[in-house]
């Protein structure tokens, strides 16, 4: 039997700190999506009008969400459960008589939620710069769903594994947002050159964006299928690696 009541405190009380902070919660994250629609829009799109029949400001709305929902799910989760292990408060956590599912179930959750509101509110503030069309809105809200517990999984391992805040803020300057610009956020790989196209279907965020701009527009550099079987990979590796992590103590322990 899953602890309810644990989970809810451990979701509220992450939850209460998001409001707490709204400015850097929400606000900010908003304000940054629209100076890149409005810089990206205006500078390129003046000189590419439309991709694959869809206006250029439109084709980089769902590239625009996935930038602003993986860094904040990454960077939600990993203070999440960074911040109880640097005060100590996580070794009451972990005394507790709550499994690693119900810590899980808390941190990542709040998480996710918090991602999936920016989401939501960044897809209404695009609607008063262009008009949208979502042709497949179940798919659309399935696959935001799961790029919000996917990558805050991902910052739940983070949070883990960081000893420091510069560790904690490595892989997500490093790693995270480099991959996103790469991953066609702003362009269709079929843009670039065949040996270019090959390298960037390594790269996982590929196929998020990928099967989330189909579920907009029907465009998509790979298929649907194929989008929603690699992230729901991504996110049975990630449960892996926390289930193994728990089960060893690393960086709990110490």
Not at 181 to 198: C, E, H, K, R, V
């Amino acid at each position: 039997m899953i602890n309810t009541h644990a989970v809810r405190i451990i979701y509220k009380h992450e939850m209460l700190r998001a409001w707490q902070s709204v400015m850097q919660s929400f606000v900010s994250p908003i304000i940054s999506t629209v100076l890149y629609f409005v810089v990206f829009g205006s500078a390129i799109g003046g000189r590419i009008e439309t991709v694959e029949d869809v206006s250029y400001g439109a084709f980089i709305v769902p590239g625009l969400m996935m930038l602003a929902l993986l860094t904040q799910s990454v960077a939600n989760a990993s203070f999440g459960i960074y911040f109880p292990r640097f005060t100590g408060t996580i070794y009451e956590v972990l005394s507790a008589p709550i499994s690693f599912i119900e810590i899980l179930l808390g941190y990542v959750g709040a998480a996710a939620t918090k991602s999936f509101l920016i989401g939501v509110i960044i897809l209404l503030t695009a609607g008063f710069f262009v008009e949208l069309n979502i042709s497949h809105p179940l798919w659309m809200f399935g696959f935001l769903v799961l790029t919000c517990i996917s990558f805050s999984l991902l910052g739940f391992i983070i949070g883990l594994w960081a000893d420091d805040f510069e560790k904690l803020q490595l892989i997500p300057m490093l790693v995270i947002t480099p991959l996103v610009f790469l991953g066609g956020s702003f362009y269709t790989i079929d843009m670039l050159p065949p040996a270019w196209q090959t390298v960037s279907l390594f790269n996982p965020v590929v196929y998020l964006v990928s099967g989330f701009r189909w579920s907009f527009y029907e465009v998509a550099d790979v298929q649907v299928e194929t989008s929603l079987f690699m992230v729901l990979l991504f996110t049975a590796i990630c449960l892996l690696i926390i289930w193994a992590i728990f089960k060893t103590g690393y960086r709990l322990k110490q």
